[in-house]
């Protein structure tokens, strides 16, 4: 048994090397998170079927677009925002500021720290997780995540309106007629 094993290490790390020789790539921690993903949506249909609930035939346009928004602003929340910067702490290092209350962090450690601190730093990848939680936050508390995502959009839509706002501050003044 253990010679199996051996040999799957084995066959993985050949794997891992072939695909970047000239960096290593944590591809085992992503393997984790891929798995950890997967057996989140089964726990929760596990649950969702416990209680009874199924999924909905279809999402209306105007759910899929609060939705979009929402997660949108809650995975930059989760990837950017200085104030959930303590949430990455334990897997990146501050690089700087990068404007209006963002941050820029570098990953840092190795195998599974390293994996969780590229999932948490990036908005794209963090947006397949916060959309599968709305989704399933949909089924199991509809009400409570329309309200979440309602209220995420309606930031989204402030941060809209301060950054024109400020923009149009630094138009040049017209001069005034006399």
């Not at 085992?28 to 997967?38: I, K, M, P, Q, R």
């Not at 195998?111 to 997780?129: K, M």
Request: net charge neutral; proline share 6%.
């Amino acid at each position: 048994m253990s010679t199996d094993l051996n040999a799957v290490h084995r066959r993985f790390h050949e794997l891992a090397t072939a695909y970047s020789p000239e960096e290593e790539r944590p591809l085992g921690g992503f393997v984790g998170l891929a798995s950890v993903y997967v057996g989140a949506i089964g726990g929760v249909s596990l649950l969702a079927r416990a209680r009874g609930r199924s999924l909905p035939d279809r999402i209306s346009p105007a759910d899929l677009a609060l939705l979009t928004v929402a997660t949108h602003k809650l995975s930059r929340i989760l990837a950017k925002d200085a104030v959930t910067s303590p949430l990455r702490a334990p897997f990146t290092s501050f690089a700087g500021n990068s404007g209006e209350g963002e941050v820029m962090e570098e990953v840092r450690g190795t195998g599974w720290q390293h994996s969780v601190g590229e999932l948490l730093t990036c908005p794209f990848c963090l947006g397949v997780w916060v959309a599968t939680g709305f989704a399933a936050g949909g089924v199991l508390a509809p009400r409570a995540t329309r309200t979440a995502a309602t209220v995420l959009t309606a930031v989204f839509g402030s941060d809209l309106l301060h950054l024109l706002y400020d923009s149009a501050k630094q138009l040049p003044q017209r001069a005034q007629p006399d």
